[in-house]
């Protein structure tokens, strides 16, 4: 399998995540989102890690990896905490930073 | 160990001292942070020994260290370390402030000690010593001129100690900018140095410039070296720069002995000693150095005479010792300017001390006129004044005969025109005999004043007031002032400690360097002069003794003239004041220094500052500022229209412009 | 063979992620994006990172996801219109989206790497992707970066306890805490 296979379909989980993001409004799902896009990140540098023979490409993934996990405790913590407020889960209800 | 490790622990003791002074202040008792204070000068000085032996176990021609703790910068081809260079004139230097230092903290022990300000005195002091050390041992010319605005500040902060007190903070703000604008012919050298050879560092630059400056007095080396002067001559208080000392006795007497008479105010000759291979390319600027230093060791001579604020009297003998100094180092006499440098540390911080002694009792009040009879009233100040007198007369014997007897022997021998030094120098002598002994003969002989006959009845000194003698101005004793309370003179210990050593050292202090005897500093200094065709140049010792024989006489022929002034006859001083009143009137104006600075450079500044601030100010920075918030609102209100909160909008926006970078670089690929 | 698990993957994963986004319950959002994980870690596997697969399957789809699924059954499955207040998102979203894939497709497919269309180096060393090169990486290499990931961890552990942390469960959103009801004795 040539690797630009691998990279175009990193790009497509990439956009795909990216219109989630701007499609859907309830939080978790944007959260959800987010994680296509990162995976889409991983396999790119997951493919170049391969192309290069090298190792470190690996080691970045798992470095998203622990940058995912963190995002996703703060993340769904704060859905949580908003839930438990009688806030609406829906992001465009939260617009107090207006300017 | 080598010499450069001594060498940094001799800068890293006072800065620990003086930070740890500043951080505990009001957490120790005011006693300990003297303590501190002089443990952390004494440490230094005997590492400066440490290093000094060190340097002396090794072979002549190496005895010379450069360290450096890091790159302090590097940039487009500069490289600025954070270096201290250690030969034998770093050495000595290091020796003669730490020396001179310790004493004069633990003379401050005492003197300071009812004073309100006492851990912040000993931290500016700790301060000091380290910028006079780091000036001393710095490496390169960024380094120097660091030391040298150090040095400055602290001058400023101890001029201005008495904050309180507006007289003290104008003269503290009147040094400051004297010296700045010393810092910045410093700056401006340093630059040119760079732009001229490339490097920075003192062994490279002596090293490169004669292969740049192949011809003598080279435009661009004479540049330089006069750049350097301006910051020699204003840290050093020489004409046209001089007008900060006098002031600068508005600082406490510690503060005048140590900074103002050993150590600070000699940096300029440290400076041009140091600088001395570019000096020799450029020998127009040392003439220019010497010349300047002949004028300032006349005029303060002149000054000296008629002042009456005794400390003033002894600021202008300074200025003009340090004009020999001047002299001797323009004149290729280095080892003899060195050593005139530290005979003149003992014997002026002798006086300036002694003199502290003096104002204590008399209550801070410093006009000679109405001191009388000081000798049965305090006998070992007495006498401590009357060595110090002898020395910086150059009395036979003294150190200051030595000393100063050596700078006018070498212009003597350098002959040709250089015989003017030698004949100045004669003359400055003879005048120099009359302002120390007129201090003697006015304090201390007669029937006591008021205040000494107080001492002498009760043993205290009089509570006076505390009023500034100069101004009337009510002193605030808050926040440091000696107090009410304040009732040390020379009974306390720490200053009969420090004044008895140095009185020792100024009497003696000269044997060092006998000619033909021992000559210990000229062999010591050697090693950093060997480069030197001047340096190489000795009178002869014959030739020396004779020199020192014109000196003495001249020295006790000014004595007895002074004598006859103000004891034989004392009506005679009040006669040549009437009959010579136009010079009289010009010599106690000063040589209206003040007032020609003021019209030439204070005058316009102040004209061109008003015009900045009516009209520049107004029309062009306020026109500026209001439309520049003119132009930020609007721009701003167009933005805030994007700043909707809709969190996918931003995620939108972010998309839009990732597709457009991306879409510009594609287009630029194709 | 090596295209037929490729294809399969792929088609796997872009099913899963386009589940993500066009389902409109949270709950099975979540259950999609196992779906996508775990056809993604095939893929891991055939660019030869075993133990990236590995740690994708037991950390990812594994752990992270259960908090998902603990999250969504805790807010409840709350369905949001499919036609929301700002149409314009909704066209604009998914063509931005669009231009972005075929622009990175662009990039890659044109870019003048000569590596392109091969399948890497042909020869990588033994033992390449397995914990114990990953391992010695980073802990040689990036022992830096992964004390800074751990520390990250704890701070973000941290982070969420105090924001879902239960203190006034009753109060409003604006409400303030009265004075004294959080007494020193009070469990937090």
């Known amino acids: 399998m040539a690797i630009e296979w691998y990279l175009v379909l990193s790009a497509m989980l990439f956009s795909i995540g990216f219109a989630g993001v701007l499609v859907r409004r309830n939080p978790v799902v944007v959260l959800l989102c987010l994680e296509l896009m990162l995976s889409g990140g991983a396999l790119a540098m997951l493919s170049f890690s391969r192309l290069h023979g090298d190792g470190d490409g690996q080691v970045f993934v798992l470095m998203v990896l622990v940058v995912a996990a963190a995002e996703v405790v703060v993340g769904l913590g704060l859905v949580v905490a908003m839930f438990r407020r009688r806030i609406p889960l829906d992001v465009d209800e939260m617009k107090e930073l207006r300017g | 160990m080598n010499a450069a490790s001594w060498g940094w622990l001799v800068l890293l003791f006072p800065l620990l001292g003086s930070i740890f002074i500043g951080l505990t202040f009001r957490r120790i008792p005011p006693k300990a942070a003297g303590l501190v204070g002089i443990a952390a000068i004494a440490a230094a000085f005997i590492c400066g020994i440490a290093a000094v032996i060190s340097l002396q176990g090794e072979p002549a021609e190496s005895r010379h260290v450069a360290d450096s703790l890091w790159t302090y910068a590097s940039v487009g081809g500069l490289s600025i370390d954070l270096g201290i260079y250690v030969d034998p004139l770093s050495a000595f230097m290091v020796l003669v402030v730490t020396g001179v230092s310790s004493l004069i903290h633990i003379y401050s022990y005492s003197y300071m000690k009812s004073d309100a300000g006492y851990h912040r005195f000993f931290s500016y002091l700790n301060f000091f010593v380290f910028s006079m050390l780091l000036l001393v041992l710095a490496g390169n010319f960024v380094l120097l001129v660091v030391g040298w605005a150090f040095v400055g500040f602290a001058s400023y902060a101890l001029i201005s100690y008495w904050y309180r007190r507006e007289a003290a903070t104008r003269a503290g703000m009147k040094a400051f900018v004297i010296n700045v604008v010393g810092d910045i012919g410093l700056v401006l050298a340093a630059i040119l140095i760079f732009r001229e050879l490339g490097v920075i560092d003192y062994g490279a630059v002596f090293e490169k410039a004669p292969e740049v400056f192949t011809t003598t007095n080279e435009w661009t080396a004479v540049a330089i070296c006069l750049l350097l002067l301006v910051g020699a001559f204003a840290k050093s208080a020489q004409m046209p720069f001089h007008t900060w000392l006098a002031d600068a006795m508005e600082g406490p007497t510690p503060v005048s002995s140590l900074i103002h008479a050993a150590t600070m105010v000699t940096a300029g000759v440290y400076l041009v000693a140091r600088a001395h291979p570019l000096f020799e390319l450029a020998p127009a600027a040392a003439d220019v150095a010497a010349i300047v230093g002949l004028v300032t060791l006349l005029v303060a001579g002149t000054i000296a005479i008629v002042v009456t604020d005794l400390k003033r009297i002894i600021a202008y003998s300074t200025m003009s010792q340090i004009g020999y100094m001047f002299v001797a180092v323009g004149i290729g006499a280095y080892s003899a300017g060195m050593f005139h440098l530290m005979t003149h540390a003992f014997f002026k911080a002798l006086l300036f001390m002694a003199a502290g002694s003096v104002i204590a009792a008399m209550a801070n009040i410093q006009n000679i006129d109405r001191m009388k009879g000081f000798y049965k009233a305090m006998p070992f100040t007495a006498a401590m004044l009357i060595i110090g007198a002898l020395a910086l007369s150059g009395f036979p014997g003294t150190s200051g005969w030595f000393s100063k007897d050596e700078i006018i022997d070498f212009a003597a021998f350098r002959g040709g025109w250089y015989e003017i030094f030698a004949i100045g120098g004669y003359i400055g002598a003879f005048m120099t005999a009359i302002y120390s002994f007129r201090i003697i003969f006015r304090i201390l002989p007669g029937p006591p004043c008021e205040e000494a006959a107080h001492l002498i009845e009760t043993g205290h000194v009089v509570h006076g007031e505390p009023v500034n003698p100069a101004t009337g101005e009510k002193e605030d004793i808050e926040v440091g002032y000696p107090g009410e309370d304040h009732h040390i003179a020379e009974q306390a210990m720490g200053m009969k400690i420090g004044m008895s050593v140095l009185g020792f050292l100024a009497l003696v202090g000269g044997l060092v360097q006998i000619p033909g005897v021992t000559e210990v500093i000229t062999h010591f200094l050697e090693p950093t002069f060997e480069d030197s065709p001047l340096a190489a140049m000795h009178p002869t010792v014959a030739e020396a003794w004779k020199g020192l024989a014109k000196g003495a006489v001249i020295s006790v022929v000014g004595i007895a003239f002074t004598w006859w002034l103000y004891i034989g006859r004392p009506s005679v001083p009040e006669t040549l004041r009437r009959t010579f009143s136009p010079i009289y009137t010009l010599f106690i104006n000063k040589w209206y220094g003040d007032e020609i600075i003021d019209f030439l450079i204070v005058k316009p500044v102040k004209g061109f500052g008003r015009f900045a601030n009516n009209w520049f100010e107004r029309y062009a920075i306020g026109g500026l500022t209001n439309g520049t918030i003119a132009i930020v609102r609007s721009a701003s209100g167009a933005v805030r229209d994007l700043q909707t909160g809709m969190l996918r909008g931003y995620a939108l926006l972010m998309a839009v412009g990732t597709v457009a970078i991306l879409l510009y670089f594609l287009i630029r690929g194709l | ?188």
């Open chain 3, 1 to 188: 063979m090596v295209e037929v698990a490729f294809f399969f993957g792929a088609i796997g994963a872009i099913g899963g992620a386009l589940a993500v986004v066009l389902l409109r319950n949270p709950f099975y959002s979540v259950l999609a994006l196992v779906v996508h994980l775990v056809f993604l870690a095939g893929i891991f596997l055939l660019l030869l990172s075993q133990f990236i697969a590995a740690a994708q399957i037991v950390v990812y789809a594994g752990a992270v996801m259960v908090i998902y699924v603990f999250v969504a059954a805790y807010v409840g499955g709350i369905e949001e219109p499919m036609f929301d207040s700002s149409p314009k998102l909704r066209i604009f979203g998914p063509i931005i989206a669009a231009a972005l894939f075929i622009e990175i497709s662009i990039a890659v497919l044109g870019s003048s790497l000569t590596a392109l269309g091969t399948e890497g180096v042909a020869k990588v060393e033994s033992g390449f992707g397995t914990p114990e090169a990953v391992g010695r990486l980073m802990l040689e290499d990036f022992l830096i970066a992964f004390e800074a990931a751990s520390l990250l961890l704890l701070v973000a552990a941290v982070a969420a306890i105090v924001l879902a942390g239960r203190k006034d469960e009753t109060t409003g959103p604006s409400a303030t805490v009265p004075a004294g009801s959080t007494g020193p004795g009070e469990p937090g």
